[in-house]
């Protein structure tokens, strides 16, 4: 069985990792030089729409997936004419444009927050006066780790617009939640489903800081299960998807952004549970069957933003997994992570607490 990636990074690695010594090669397409996913297998250096390669994937391939949601779905759907490609392309080009993906919420019953699709700057002066709580001006395209996004309490409505690029906007209501929760889930090619504890996730400046799982709350964890559920029967998904969601009056959850991919707040999946997210990914794609899943109770992951920690040393007592993507530091680039278990919950806190003052 041969699994072709589009994309390198830390995804691609940890999915090759996940299926090591099992019966599956990767070859990986991705543009840069040496990305994290070259200290494993072969990375065949290409841009993402290069036909020459995506021939030579499809043809080598039984089946291609993605480390990256924002590969071109053009490329996907010139790949799913050759061979079989998880997610498909349809699923993908949705959820790299906030303003389908909010659509699609809408269309499945999935609660969002307010908003307004903004072509020019008279549609963002009257979305602004329609939204009297403080709201977000984002791109549709290619926002990730907080970026492309402007708060428009802090800026004013002219400069906001020019700072997101003028074009292809979306106004969000901003939702004044008490935490933020994610669902992975991981649909095979019979449309079973396996599901993960809801995570609790923590953002610092738009970037994820550090998640807890398990968020225990069999109904909120139900609903959002039945959110999942629709959404993937709804785009014939196959592999991980993953929900962010708002949680507001501690019993609803207002969807944000789903992930046609393996996810950030999955990481500690890897040691934290019987199969990582990873694993699961892969095996959705070659149609292997995934048993329920069981996990350590309680699990933390905490990213390592900007600079890796000096001294690694300090950093090893107490953890689960300490994970180096071997990228060069630069400012709010996610460049590995740590995931700590403990069976008692406040020793956990107590644990990210004491790493995050480390790192
Ligand atoms: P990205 O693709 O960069 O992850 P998100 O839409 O998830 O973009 O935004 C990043 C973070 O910014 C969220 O996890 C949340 O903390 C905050 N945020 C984004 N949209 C809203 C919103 N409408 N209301 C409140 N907070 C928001
Ligand atoms: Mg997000």
């Given amino acids: 069985m041969k699994v072709g990636i589009l994309g390198g990074g830390q995804l691609a690695l940890m999915m090759v990792d996940s299926f090591i010594d099992k019966n599956v090669e990767f070859i990986v397409l991705d543009p840069s030089d040496k990305p994290p996913a070259s200290k494993r297998v072969k990375c065949i250096k ?3 729409d290069d036909k020459e390669y995506l021939d030579f994937l499809a043809k080598e391939c039984d089946v291609v997936t993605i480390d990256f949601e924002n590969v071109p779905s053009s490329s996907l759907n010139y790949l799913e004419m050759q061979t079989k490609v998880y997610p498909n392309s349809k699923s993908v080009e949705i ?4 303003l389908k993906e909010k659509n699609l919420f809408r269309e499945c019953g999935v609660p969002v927050t307010d908003f307004y699709e903004i072509n020019d700057i008279n549609d963002l002066k009257n979305a602004v006066s329609e939204i009297t709580n403080k ?6 395209f290619m ?3 907080g970026k492309n996004q402007v708060h428009l309490n802090d800026k004013k ?19 004044d939640f008490i935490t933020e929760l994610s669902l992975i889930g991981a649909r095979t090619l019979d449309g079973d489903t ?16 550090y998640s807890i799982a398990p968020y225990e709350n069999e109904e909120l964890q139900k609903k959002a299960e039945e959110y999942h559920r629709v959404l993937c029967d709804k785009m014939n998904y196959v592999g991980i998807l993953v929900i962010e969601f708002f949680l507001i009056n501690n019993q609803e959850l207002i969807a944000n952004e789903m992930a046609p991919r393996v996810h950030n707040s999955g990481h500690w999946t890897i040691e934290g549970a019987n199969i990582s997210q990873f694993e699961a990914h892969i095996r959705c794609i070659i149609n292997e069957q995934i048993s329920d899943i069981e996990m350590n109770k309680y699990s933390g992951m905490v990213n390592i933003i900007s600079k890796m920690p000096k001294d690694r040393a300090e950093c090893l007592s107490d953890i689960s997994g300490f994970h180096d993507y071997g990228k060069l530091e630069r400012e709010n680039r996610k460049l590995g992570h740590i995931t700590l278990i403990d069976t008692n919950k406040n020793n956990l ?3 990210i607490e004491n790493i995050k003052k480390i790192i």
């Fill in 46 to 48: 290409a841009k993402y």
């Fill in 95 to 98: 959820c790299q444009d906030r």
């Fill in 135 to 140: 709201s977000i001006l984002k791109s549709r």
């Fill in 143 to 145: 926002g990730y780790d």
């Fill in 157 to 175: 409505i002219e400069e906001a617009f020019t700072l997101c690029g003028s074009k292809d906007l979306i106004l969000e209501k901003k939702v």
């Fill in 194 to 209: 396996v599901y993960y504890p809801l995570v609790e996730n923590n953002h610092n400046n738009g970037i994820l800081d």
């Fill in 349 to 351: 806190l107590k644990k």
